[in-house]
């Protein structure tokens, strides 16, 4: 089993170190096809790249903000992230379908 950090924000990394979030690789991108069963991913990933984790037998933590409007588009530090109640939270996705 890997524990992936995917992110590209310090300020996700360093919130991510202070709550002791043991992760065996930090990446900014994640390659979805070296994810395997038992794999866990942390981050804020796309809809589609999350299923795809699920897929293949990985556990998908999604990084959860209470996040105003006015704090969109900046780049968030650690303090400000725990001030948004950070979080982790486990989700399953499944992609249902053809594409349309």
Same mark, same amino acid.
């Given at each position: #089993?890997? /524990?992936?950090?995917?992110? /590209?924000?310090? &300020?996700?990394?360093?919130?991510? %170190?202070?709550?002791?979030? =043991? ?15 038992? =794999? ?11 299923? +795809? ?12 903000? =209470? #996040?105003?409007?006015?704090?969109? &588009?900046? +780049?968030? =530090? ?6 948004? &109640? ?11 379908? %053809? %594409?349309?």
């Amino acid at each position: #089993m890997t /524990r992936y950090f995917v992110s /590209r924000h310090a &300020g996700a990394v360093e919130w991510a %170190e202070r709550r002791g979030i =043991d992760v065996d690789r930090q990446v900014e991108h994640l390659d979805p096809q070296r994810i395997g069963p038992g =794999d866990r991913v942390i981050g804020t990933l796309p809809v589609p790249l999350a299923a +795809e984790v699920c897929a293949r037998g990985g556990q998908y933590f999604h990084l959860v903000l =209470d #996040m105003p409007a006015e704090a969109r &588009g900046r +780049e968030l =530090d650690a303090d400000t992230l725990e001030s948004l &109640g950070a979080r982790l939270r486990e989700f399953r996705v499944v992609a249902v379908g %053809e %594409e349309a």
